[in-house]
């Protein structure tokens, strides 16, 4: 069976190689005989999907069929493996991930060649980009990290069985869409520098990418949560988010692709920020590359990692070859860039974008330089320092204010000029709203005075109700106008100017997504814990819960054992509910690992987690954790993706724009 | 700058202020703090309170410690200096504010500040510019016209 899995690695490298070699050819020569070898490397390029989706295909049978022969099978799978989780062994390791990462890159590249008569020309030159970047993958995997390897002496009974910690069901579906996220950048980034190699005239390409970076980026929102989710659910120490590398690693690409969405819209509109645009889409690829990098050089410590391995060389060359690349054709080509228009006023549209840009943008570096400055402190003075939660939550935080504040005057401000009567008139009910509201957060007890998290948890509630009433000022005023023309009530007013505009209001829609999901940030501020030795009958209260132990119970099935109380959680002398912390030890792996227990309802999260045993007295130890608003981000996370799914809809009523009449001047003399 | 811009000035760089000069204030509350700008040691990646680790030989001890020094009035500087001399310099969650630990905290402010600085350069190159329109771009409008076209893309637009 290996022996399948490494030809079949071998034959689409050679087929990738072909569709690369052959593509160029073809575009390179003039003649009858170029579209045919086009059409080959095309060809090649399909047949390359199906030969790495067999590669993948081997390797997940390998995993059902317990063939520990395979050091990857072994080394991350065994016997008792529930089978959703074998299917996770495709991505669990090294190998197989890179293995995932290609075949995931082999599927776009079939989508995009399969649209191929779209625009021919276009689409040849980003497949062959396409071609590139999956050559290297597949050099990785047949010379660097091979997932057909063969174990070395006797064949193992059993396997070492896959980490415990991946063993819970959203690990099925977490790795695949952040992988879509990751990889799904290849396409707009082959589409931008396809676009600058040939010159391309027109802005066809930059719809085609913008769509692309709309899917992709929805895709990268969807694994960036569904991974703080897991997080939260799993590892036990009550939060979501730790600023660790890997994360911050998704997160990077997940930021230039943010503002890239924002500001493609003026070199649609306007012709504007070309150059930045291209350079924004390079970059943001750079960054997943970078990413898939930090995850598996070893270059800096995370929780999350790969073992440590000499793919690093790898995808620092592989990185320097992107950007010299890029910066030869833009070298090159850069005239093609020009703008067409000129920025009319500061109070506009352009502006406001621009600024979201930079903010994108800085909020970006800073999590960088973080999560680099670890390995430049043991270059420069011989000693490691960790950058962790406290200095980026410090340097972020304000930025991410500012953010929010744009969020909230962006809509507001009209393309190339706003007056600034306009924009009071339009702001003044926002503005208020937030008053009133941060008001009331105080007046019912909240003291932003007494900590610095309690003040940014204010800002941050006193902006997102800004932006919210901005969101809403604007659905209710264009639904208005629809309502006055047609009758219809003010609600079917709005779906109506949704599905006119669904660009505009799907990304409304994501706004205020994001707004209730840092609503759900700023509740963090307020979380409490306590950790509490719990015998039978004993009790813990938290805020306004109290947990009573009523009793400890034990299981066992053939890939793990367990340990669990049973907790009766109380509000106000009432029994609302019964939570029951896990503890379970893997067989296969030999480790141990926490199940939280969570109570999940619009105000707070109460999470139980069964610790273990006191050494001393024997005496389980249980830790509660109270956090506030936590819900509201997996609502806001739903809400961003309606927007996204929304904004990727056309219109029902195609906007038209009124061409001006061309009035031919009169010849002199004419009339005499 | 006008009166206007001054006063929206001062109001941000009073707002940014604001939280710099705020501190914790009880026993409980400077354990809290303390053991959130400490990583537990264990290489688990995780901040100090928030450790989790079952059968962790560290945090319990490093917990302990902290709450010795709060209960004995050690200053925080003092104590997060004691806790960097046992267990290195990795146990603090963030880079100092001293020699070049600083570069760390100012970078992100000096790359907004210059962030600003080429938006702000970028703006005015814009401003100042000719026109560069395509070839086969429409003919530009100008005067009555021009605010015709305005004036109807505000109705269509607005309210």
Redesign the interface.
């Known amino acids: 069976m290996s022996q399948i899995g490494s030809f079949a690695l071998l034959l689409a490298l050679a087929l990738t190689a072909y569709s690369f070699l052959a593509g160029i050819l073809a575009l390179a020569r003039e003649g009858p005989g170029s579209a045919r070898l086009g059409e080959t490397a095309r060809r090649a390029g399909i047949a390359s999907f199906v030969i790495v989706f067999l590669a993948a295909a081997v390797l997940v049978t390998a995993a059902f069929q317990d063939n520990f022969s395979i050091a990857y099978i072994f080394h991350h799978s065994n016997r008792d493996l529930p089978a959703p989780y074998k299917f996770a062994v495709l991505w669990s390791g090294q190998e197989g991930s890179l293995l995932f990462w290609s075949l995931l890159l082999s599927a776009y590249g079939l989508v995009l060649r399969l649209r191929y008569k779209t625009d021919p020309r276009l689409f040849a030159h980003a497949s062959i980009i396409i071609a590139a970047v999956q050559v290297f993958f597949l050099l990785l995997l047949n010379f660097a990290a091979h997932p057909f390897a063969i174990m070395q002496g006797s064949l193992p009974a059993d396997g070492s069985g896959l980490n415990p910690l991946l063993q819970y069901p959203e690990m099925v579906i977490h790795p695949p869409m952040l992988y879509l996220g990751y990889v799904g950048f290849t396409v707009p980034f082959a589409f931008a520098l396809a676009a600058l190699i040939m010159r391309y005239p027109g802005e066809k390409w930059i719809h085609i990418t913008r769509r692309w970076t709309m899917v992709t980026w929805g895709l990268l929102t969807c694994g960036i949560f569904l991974g703080m989710h897991w997080a939260y659910s799993v590892l036990g120490w009550g939060g979501y988010w730790g600023w660790d590398p890997v994360e911050n690693a998704s997160f990077l690409p997940w930021l230039t692709g943010t503002a890239f969405l924002h500001s493609v819209m003026m070199q649609e509109k306007r012709g504007m920020l070309k150059t930045w645009n291209m350079w924004l889409i390079f970059s943001t690829f750079m960054l997943s590359i970078f990413g898939t990098f930090l995850t598996r050089s070893g270059v800096v410590s995370s929780v999350h990692a790969f073992a440590q391995s000499s793919i690093g060389d790898w995808f620092v060359a592989f990185l320097a070859i992107i950007f010299v690349t890029c910066l030869f054709f833009y070298g090159k080509n850069r005239s093609h860039l020009l703008s067409e228009h000129k920025l009319e006023s500061l109070v506009s549209r352009e502006s406001s974008f621009l600024f979201n840009n930079l903010l994108l943008l800085v909020a970006c570096f800073t999590v960088l330089w973080g999560t680099l400055f670890p390995v430049l402190s043991e270059w420069v003075q011989g000693t490691k320092v960790t950058v962790g939660p406290p200095f980026f939550n410090r340097v972020n935080i304000p930025v991410a204010l500012l953010l929010l504040l744009l969020t909230a005057l962006g809509p507001l401000l009209a393309w190339r000029r706003t007056s600034t009567e306009s924009l009071k008139r339009n702001f003044r009910v926002p503005a208020l709203g937030a008053l009133a509201v941060a008001a009331g957060l105080i007046a019912f007890g909240m003291r932003p005075w007494k900590d610095v998290a309690y003040f940014y948890s204010l800002m941050t509630i006193t902006l997102a109700v800004m932006v919210a009433l901005t969101v809403i000022s604007e659905f209710v005023r264009g639904g208005r106008v629809i309502s006055r023309h047609t009758g219809q009530n003010l609600l079917a007013s709005m779906v109506q100017l949704t599905r006119r505009n669904t660009r505009r209001y799907g990304g409304y829609i994501v706004h205020f997504g994001v707004i209730v999901v840092v609503i759900g940030f700023a509740g963090s501020a307020f979380n409490q814990d306590k950790e509490q030795e719990m015998g039978f009958g004993d009790k813990l209260t938290i805020g306004s819960y109290t947990l009573v132990c009523q009793s400890y119970t034990q299981d066992d099935n053939p890939n793990y054992g367990s340990e669990w109380a049973v907790m009766n959680v109380f509000k106000g002398g009432k029994q609302i509910a019964t939570l029951n912390p896990e503890r379970r030890f893997y067989k296969a792996s030999q480790q141990t690992s926490t199940m939280p227990s969570i109570r999940s309802t619009v105000s707070n999260d109460l999470y139980i987690v069964y610790e273990g045993q006191n050494p001393d007295t024997g005496r389980p130890i249980l830790r509660a954790h109270l956090n506030p608003l936590v819900m509201w981000i997996w609502v806001g996370v739903w809400i961003m993706i309606v927007g996204t799914v929304v904004a990727m809809i056309p219109n029902t009523v195609p906007v038209r724009v009124m061409a001006p009449v061309r009035v031919q001047p009169a010849p002199v003399g004419a009339g005499d | 700058m006008t009166a206007a811009s001054k006063r929206t000035l001062r109001t941000v760089l009073l707002?940014?202020a604001?939280?710099?000069l705020?501190g914790?204030?009880d026993q409980a509350?400077r354990f809290n703090d303390l053991g959130?700008?400490m990583?537990c040691v264990c290489?688990?990646?995780?901040?100090l309170l928030?450790?989790?680790h079952?059968?962790c030989t560290y945090s319990d001890r490093m917990r302990a410690e902290l709450v010795a020094a709060v209960d004995r009035g050690d200053n925080d500087d003092l104590t997060l200096q004691s806790f960097v001399q046992k267990y290195?310099?990795?146990?603090?969650?963030?880079?100092?504010k001293t020699?070049?630990?600083r570069v760390?905290?100012i970078?992100?402010?000096l790359?907004?500040v210059l962030?600003?600085g080429?938006?702000t350069f970028?703006?005015r190159g814009?401003?100042s510019?000719p026109?560069?329109?395509?070839a086969n771009?429409?003919?530009a409008?100008h005067g009555v016209?021009l605010d015709r076209?305005r004036a109807?893309a505000r109705k269509e637009?607005?309210?």
């Open positions: 707002g940014m604001i939280p710099m705020m914790a204030g509350a959130h700008r990583m290489s688990c990646n995780q901040i928030e450790c989790n079952v059968g290195g310099p990795p146990v603090l969650a963030a880079p100092t020699g070049f630990d760390a905290w970078v992100p402010y790359a907004l962030g600003l080429l938006v970028i703006i814009w401003r510019r026109l560069v329109l395509p771009a429409p003919v409008v016209e076209f109807q637009t607005e309210s």
